[in-house]
């Protein structure tokens, strides 16, 4: 689509490497695969990530061989993304850390958001460092004004487009969280009050994780401190998703 063009096209003038990615053919993937994983979100070129350019020609080259191609947005070079997925917990877990800095902000299809902002190298890539929250530094999000295989487009918040409000520094209180994807390892306190609850459970998850517990030790351990501990306790699927999230991590060899 020319809306598509010419959205990857402003994207490389900033300076943001683009790359077409495949798009959703109502609930199929452009790519024909019936159990695509990833719907109108991988790569539709033989690189992937690697091929971003910021090359006008290349990209005109590219939406002419694929019209539809969603548009991808590569991280990298000072560009991080934290990306927020409320279906696995991301809206409370945001909550639970707090305000963070205003930042360009996009709205994606499935209902939620990319976090963009600027930093250095001591910032890594981690997924799950809360239920439903992932950082994204050398790989892709999807950009507006992609399609979304539920029909709605990615969109930037109104008021927090590029350009309209300035890419913040990567905030101190995501950078502080332990490699483990839990806050610095300490007792836990014999009360876990709300907006404690998701860190702290978190944070024994991670822990128990490292040293090689599996996801139904892991869940067992987080229910029966949700139940001594939290005031209130967190629902059952809450704490459900936690253990769920943390146990996606490989066990360290």
Same mark, same amino acid.
């Given at each position: 689509?020319?809306?598509?063009?010419?959205?990857?096209?402003?994207?490389?003038?900033?300076?943001?490497?683009?790359?077409?990615?495949?798009?959703?053919?109502?609930?199929?993937?452009?790519?024909?695969?019936?159990?695509?994983?990833?719907?109108?979100?991988?790569?539709?070129?033989?690189?992937?990530?690697?091929?971003?350019?910021?090359?006008?020609?290349?990209?005109?080259?590219?939406? &002419?061989?694929? =019209?539809? *191609?969603?548009?991808? $947005?590569?991280?990298?070079? +000072?560009?991080? /993304?934290?990306?927020?997925?409320? %279906?696995?917990?991301?809206?409370?877990?945001?909550?639970?850390?707090?305000?963070?800095?205003?930042?360009?902000?996009?709205?994606?299809?499935?209902?939620?958001?990319?976090?963009?902002?600027?930093?250095?190298?001591?910032?890594?890539?981690?997924?799950?460092?809360?239920?439903?929250?992932?950082?994204?530094?050398?790989?892709?999000?999807?950009?507006?004004?992609?399609?979304?295989?539920?029909?709605?487009?990615?969109?930037?918040?109104?008021?927090?487009?590029?350009?309209?409000?300035?890419? &913040?520094?990567? =905030?101190? *209180?995501?950078?502080? $969280?332990?490699?483990?994807? +839990?806050?610095? /390892?300490?007792?836990?306190?014999? %009360?876990?009050?709300?907006?404690?609850?998701?860190?702290?459970?978190?944070?024994?998850?991670?822990?128990?994780?490292?040293?090689?517990?599996?996801?139904?030790?892991?869940?067992?351990?987080?229910?029966?401190?949700?139940?001594?501990?939290?005031?209130?306790?967190?629902?059952?699927?809450?704490?459900?998703?936690?253990?769920?999230?943390?146990?996606?991590?490989?066990?360290?060899?």
């Amino acid at each position: 689509m020319a809306s598509h063009l010419a959205a990857a096209l402003a994207y490389a003038k900033r300076g943001v490497p683009v790359l077409p990615l495949h798009w959703p053919n109502g609930a199929a993937c452009s790519c024909g695969d019936p159990a695509c994983p990833s719907v109108g979100k991988h790569p539709l070129t033989e690189h992937g990530k690697d091929d971003a350019s910021t090359d006008a020609e290349i990209i005109k080259g590219w939406w &002419a061989r694929w =019209p539809e *191609a969603n548009v991808g $947005l590569r991280m990298g070079a +000072g560009r991080v /993304a934290v990306d927020i997925d409320p %279906r696995n917990g991301g809206d409370e877990s945001l909550y639970d850390l707090g305000p963070l800095p205003e930042t360009v902000t996009a709205l994606t299809g499935g209902g939620g958001q990319h976090l963009l902002y600027k930093a250095d190298g001591a910032v890594k890539a981690r997924k799950g460092i809360r239920p439903g929250i992932d950082i994204i530094t050398e790989g892709y999000i999807v950009g507006p004004p992609s399609r979304h295989v539920s029909g709605r487009r990615y969109e930037w918040e109104v008021g927090h487009a590029p350009g309209q409000v300035a890419l &913040a520094p990567f =905030p101190p *209180a995501l950078l502080s $969280l332990s490699p483990d994807g +839990g806050t610095p /390892a300490g007792p836990l306190p014999d %009360r876990i009050l709300a907006g404690q609850r998701n860190d702290l459970l978190a944070s024994l998850a991670g822990s128990m994780r490292q040293r090689g517990a599996t996801a139904e030790a892991i869940a067992a351990a987080l229910t029966v401190e949700n139940e001594t501990r939290c005031e209130p306790p967190l629902s059952p699927s809450e704490v459900a998703q936690i253990a769920r999230s943390v146990s996606r991590d490989p066990v360290p060899e």
